[in-house]
């Protein structure tokens, strides 16, 4: 094992999701005892009136003996509200818009891939309609 400090240390394995103005990095990082753990990072972009934009930035860490129950916990969170909302994602605010663009029509419009990257682009629907 290379003995590389605290650069070594960022880098052991990392992954981003980026979620529209959001961007989450998931980074594996090392104790002093080099046991692993997990920071979870969001990342939100705002826009400052001058139109530059600044960042808030609020971190989590999971570690391993709390890996199963997280996990599991998580996996309950997320199929409990799939189970009870569907996939589609409920908005007001875009339901004018979709009435619009689709004229009441009941055929939901498909997601794609490039939707679920961007949750500003969703076209959400109301399921009363349906």
Known sequence: MNN????????????VLRAGRRT?????????AEDYYLTITESKKFTNDDGSFH????????????FAEFKDILAEMT??????KGNEVISERHQKDF???????AAA????EDQLKTPES??????DDI
């Open 4 to 15: 590389n400090g605290m650069m070594e240390k960022e880098e052991i394995f990392s992954k």
């Open 122 to 127: 969703f076209t959400d629907i109301d399921f």
């Open 79 to 84: 199929d409990y509200i799939i189970s009870e």
């Open 55 to 66: 960042y808030k930035k609020h971190k989590i860490y999971i570690y391993k003996e709390d």
């Open 24 to 32: 989450y990095f998931f980074d594996v990082r090392a104790t002093k």
């Open 99 to 105: 009435k619009k663009e689709y004229n009441n029509d």
């Open 109 to 112: 419009p498909r997601v794609t």
